[in-house]
């Protein structure tokens, strides 16, 4: 975010040198200087603290509130105060802990007395530093697909981050992505919980056109989850055109004019040529010009683009598979369904004693939102649903079997899961319930899960028992 000054002076070592304790808690050198903040790493000195692996995995962040005027100094504690009511309530593998908050009584150093410090997990790097060399398609996908695992979730719980950027995506030593920089996180009021107020601060290069423009009440600016998809699209669009904003303009100031020019209709978007054809799509839907064309492109709905993305692309040997069971599904195709879908064989396990079981409770037919895919019966790759493995962990690539199903296919059901991990198709249907189906004969497993707003049928089958990882 954009401090009003930078009160930390040139030498963050002046500030918090190294050895300088804060409870339990040791300074070991800086790393970073934001706007309000400067961040060291530390390390645990004394006892033990739940979940910090090494005694140097720590990050100290000290927001100073000496010197500032009462209006700045607002603002430091309003920033802090978000952090650590946020902090303290959430918990999610995306996203960076919070481990310890204090405000520092130190009479005798001006500088230092009454700032507040966060003590959170420390990660290596940031996004911001893979920038410069570019990134491997694949590996922008699992970036991105982790980027919005934690926004899914932060989104979920009924929080906007409001401050996204590459500067606020960590990298953690395992090159695992966490977000961070909770200081303008809002939480979603409203009769359906759909917006929240921020206050007007912000990066400017990463506002939404509607920010600009804004009006300003007594409570701050209204933000919409949305506001986080348009910062995800600048970043996924920075991120495979090695940094560079789909915006023209020297400086924030003339980007923020050319974004609004867009909005308006009196510009196009004009994505960077780099950007493979996949991505500039999902971007494109990032950047709709208005909250209302964004809506329906919320992080669930773009973390199962991805994912089914990353299935179909998926290595040489385990194409060769999903081709077989394409060849496989196309003779069924012929054989068994006029309208180009699948009627599955069933033979495999009866769910509550694991024996064979022949007639399956249930069947369902798989429905697909997206309505250029529902005429045809090719069995386009870019038409095809992916299913999981396991319904209770994030829908991504890891989670997605090898087999695809298309629109229209047949699939004998099991039985129903109530409350998986919660789905969103694109035409923004919600559903947390899945439906356990049995994989055909060749397979690498016996059955999957669909969930449950890729059909529109109820079939009436018993409940599951508890998912194994196996699916
Ligand atoms: N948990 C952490 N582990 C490692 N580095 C971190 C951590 N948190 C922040 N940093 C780094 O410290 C620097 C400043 O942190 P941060 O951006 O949170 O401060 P800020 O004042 O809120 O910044 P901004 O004005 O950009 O929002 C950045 O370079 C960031 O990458």
């Given at each position: 975010?954009h ?15 190294p050895?300088y ?32 692996p ?41 996203l960076?802990?919070l ?18 410090v ?14 410069d ?17 934690g ?14 950027k590459?500067?606020?995506?960590l ?47 007594e ?7 949305s ?17 560079a904003?789909?915006?023209?303009g ?15 209709g ?20 990032c ?19 991805v ?32 309208v180009?879908?699948t009627v ?55 989670n ?15 039985c ?56």
């Amino acid at each position: 975010m954009h401090g009003l000054a930078d009160i930390s002076g040139d030498d963050p070592t002046e500030l918090l040198p190294p050895g300088y304790r804060v409870a339990r808690w040791e300074v070991v050198e800086p790393i970073g200087t934001g706007g309000w903040a400067t961040v060291h790493a530390g390390r645990l000195v004394e006892g033990h603290a739940e979940g910090v692996p090494g005694e140097e995995s720590v990050a100290l962040k000290v927001l100073p509130t000496a010197g500032l005027s009462p209006h700045q100094a607002r603002k430091v504690a309003d920033t802090a105060r978000r952090e650590v009511e946020f902090g303290r309530g959430s918990s999610h593998p995306r996203l960076i802990r919070l481990l310890d908050t204090f405000v520092l009584a130190e009479p005798d150093r001006p500088l230092l007395d009454g700032a507040i410090v966060l003590v959170m997990e420390r990660a290596g790097r940031s996004l911001r530093d893979l920038l410069d060399a570019g990134v491997s398609e694949a590996e922008g996908a699992r970036l991105v697909t982790e980027i919005c695992e934690g926004l899914a979730h932060l989104h979920r719980s009924g929080w906007v981050h409001g401050d996204l950027k590459p500067d606020n995506i960590l990298l953690m030593a395992d090159g695992s992505v966490k977000l961070s920089d909770f200081g303008l996180v809002t939480q979603l009021t409203g009769t359906h919980g759909t917006h929240g107020y921020a206050p007007p601060m912000g990066t400017f290069d990463y506002l939404p056109p509607e920010r600009w423009r804004a009006p300003l009440g007594e409570q701050g600016v209204e933000i919409r989850p949305s506001a986080d998809i348009w910062a995800l699209g600048i970043t996924i669009h920075e991120l495979f055109a090695s940094g560079a904003s789909p915006f023209p303009g020297a400086t924030p100031m003339a980007r923020g004019a050319a974004t609004q020019e867009y909005a308006d209709g009196r510009a196009p978007l004009r994505l960077d040529g780099a950007l493979p054809p996949f991505w500039r799509a999902l971007t494109a839907d990032c950047l709709a010009p208005t909250h209302a064309a964004r809506a329906p492109h919320t992080a669930e709905s773009l973390l199962a683009r991805v994912a089914e993305r990353t299935a179909t692309d998926v290595p040489p040997f385990v194409r060769a598979s999903v081709r077989r069971g394409r060849r496989r599904a196309a003779s069924l195709t012929l054989a068994v369904c006029a309208v180009g879908a699948t009627v599955w064989p069933h033979v495999e396990h009866d769910t509550a004693s694991g024996a064979p079981s022949a007639e399956p409770p249930g069947r369902i037919r798989v429905f697909n939102a997206e309505q250029s895919c529902r005429g045809r019966t090719d069995r386009n790759a870019d038409c095809s649903l992916g299913l999981a493995i396991d319904p209770t962990r994030p829908y991504t690539v890891d989670n997605v079997v090898a087999t695809r199903v298309w629109h229209g296919d047949e699939l004998a059901v099991d039985c129903r899961l109530p409350l998986g991990m919660p789905i969103i198709d694109e035409a923004d249907t919600h559903s947390a319930a899945w439906y356990r189906v049995r994989l055909p004969r060749g397979a690498d497993r016996t059955a999957a899960w669909l969930p449950a707003v890729r059909t529109k049928d109820r079939p009436s089958v018993p409940d599951c028992p508890a998912p194994t990882p196996t699916g």
